[in-house]
């Protein structure tokens, strides 16, 4: 990794547009720095740079190619699903709540166990990173309640007209892709073009994202953070998943 650029805490990420892949062994790869320096989160984003590591590791900055991205007006509402939405909303118990309490949300993502996974790449020093972009108002938490019971959710980062999906997790069948599904309707309803999966599942390919290349990705970006004039409310409940009904 002799090309990859070791950041401090006042260095510039190479931009992926310019140097896609500074070291061609490990692609995607576009940075290591030793710790997440206050602001750098922010201006990964923008950037369209996520940091992905796990705790014995320094940070590694990451833009992929190819880019996962699911298109709201693209994801696939399956029968299976709006029979679980139907249930959710006709049971008086069960509500959504929008930025009421980030860090448990995040949390559960890191906790959450994942089939042929070893442990989590949510450290306490990304759980603390996002939740001061959560301060900051460019990270946003969708939980998924019973009886007030933290039973599924996820979390995400926005900045313009562009939301970042991060994690989700589920205690209950199909909570997290109700949460996720809120999340899509609110898109669509607020001319979100895009969501940010970052990089390629099959779970996530059957609920309608794909991939596409980093260059129509960072592209879309720039497009989508000179949205500067939109104030979009995050705020909403349950009944934004009739949008799929």
Not at 15 to 39: F, K, Q, T
Not at 177 to 197: F, G, H, P, R
Request: glycine share 6%.
């Amino acid at each position: 990794m002799s090309n990859i650029s070791w950041l401090g805490s006042q260095d510039e990420f190479p931009n992926p547009i310019h140097h896609p892949d500074p070291d061609p062994s490990v692609p995607g790869l576009i940075a290591v720095s030793e710790r997440i320096y206050p602001g750098q989160l922010a201006r990964a984003y923008q950037m369209g740079i996520f940091p992905w590591y796990s705790d014995n590791q320094p940070v590694l900055w990451w833009s992929p190619n190819p880019r996962m991205v699911l298109k709201p007006d693209h994801f696939k509402c399956h029968d299976s699903l709006k029979k679980s939405i139907r249930h959710f909303l006709s049971d008086s118990r069960r509500e959504i709540g929008v930025d009421e309490n980030f860090s448990a949300v995040v949390r559960s993502c890191a906790t959450a166990s994942r089939k042929d996974q070893d442990g989590t790449w949510i450290t306490h020093e990304i759980m603390d990173a996002y939740t001061n972009l959560h301060e900051e108002g460019h990270a946003h938490s969708i939980a998924i309640k019973e009886d007030d019971r933290l039973v599924g959710g996820l979390y995400c980062v926005s900045f313009g007209g562009m939301v970042f999906g991060e994690s989700m997790f589920s205690h209950q069948t199909d909570a997290s892709k109700i949460a996720l599904a809120a999340l899509a309707a609110w898109c669509e309803q607020n001319q979100v073009e895009m969501i940010d999966c970052q990089q390629e599942t099959a779970h996530l390919n059957s609920l309608g994202a794909a991939p596409i290349s980093r260059s129509e990705f960072l592209a879309h970006l720039q497009l989508a953070l000179n949205q500067t004039n939109i104030e979009i409310p995050w705020k909403f409940d349950k009944q934004i998943l009739r949008h799929w009904l």
